[in-house]
């Protein structure tokens, strides 16, 4: 698998970066002995937790200077939602990326805002709780998750959010999938016991997590085939 990059806004805390950097590593973990059980030299790649970051020796305001630059460029100043696909767009535009193809994961504590076919409630509160690019980077929120009363549950719903995120990246379901899948607001979602069913708020977050949870499921069969597919292509486009 290519290196994974984390950055977070300066309002997200620390156990919301953490959650989400140690599950992100489990999925990697698994993907890892997939590919080695196939018979593939396959190792772990390298996790980069910059946080909230800054380039002193770039001018403030600068392209690529911060991570403040990046939620710059993509907020919008009227509802005060990110625009994921404009983050995204500026997140593989980067210089880092364009020298060393990596996925990147980003977690806001803004709302996010995704293309008019995605949002969730588009005509009266269009958001969703996380977006996407397949094979390249993700930016989730915790803004929305954070109405959740319980330490614990809301623990279960990033945690449950940042596996099926970061699982789309992986393309997870595999867009040549034709069995136990549906499209939900134009994604596509698994229909097994799994992580890639779809959720569009913290009450089914939490339904689903702790069935997955209690099952000691994370990702279905299928899924699991198509996230061995994915590490071997990228295995072979790697090398």
């Not at 959650?19 to 030299?41: E, K, P, Y």
């Not at 210089?95 to 060393?100: L, M």
């Not at 719903?157 to 990246?169: I, K, W, Y």
Request: glycine share 4%.
């Amino acid at each position: 698998m290519k290196s994974i990059s984390f950055q977070w806004t300066s309002g997200v805390q620390p156990w919301e970066a953490e959650t989400v950097v140690s599950t992100i590593a489990h999925i990697q973990d698994v993907a890892t002995v997939l590919g080695q059980r196939a018979g593939f030299n396959i190792s772990r790649s390298q996790l980069r937790p910059f946080g909230t970051w800054v380039i002193p020796s770039v001018p403030r305001g600068s392209p690529y200077w911060s991570t403040l630059w990046y939620v710059e460029q993509s907020l919008d100043p009227e509802t005060g939602q990110i625009v994921a696909p404009t983050f995204i767009k500026t997140v593989e535009r980067e210089p880092w990326q364009q020298a060393s193809p990596h996925y990147d994961v980003a977690i806001v504590e803004q709302d996010l805002r995704d293309e008019h076919e995605y949002n969730i409630t588009p005509n009266k509160d269009p958001h969703v709780l996380s977006s996407h690019k397949s094979g390249l980077a993700t930016a989730l929120s915790v803004h929305r998750i954070r109405s959740i009363g319980d330490p614990e549950d809301r623990r279960i719903a990033l945690r449950r959010l940042a596996t099926n995120a970061f699982g789309h990246v992986l393309e997870l379901p595999s867009p040549k999938r034709h069995d136990n899948i549906e499209t939900s607001y134009g994604r596509i979602s698994c229909q097994n016991l799994c992580s890639m069913r779809f959720a569009s708020d913290n009450a089914q977050l939490l339904k689903l997590g702790q069935e997955e949870h209690d099952s000691r499921i994370m990702f279905c069969d299928a899924c699991t085939q198509d996230l061995l597919d994915h590490v071997v292509r990228t295995h072979f486009s790697t090398n």
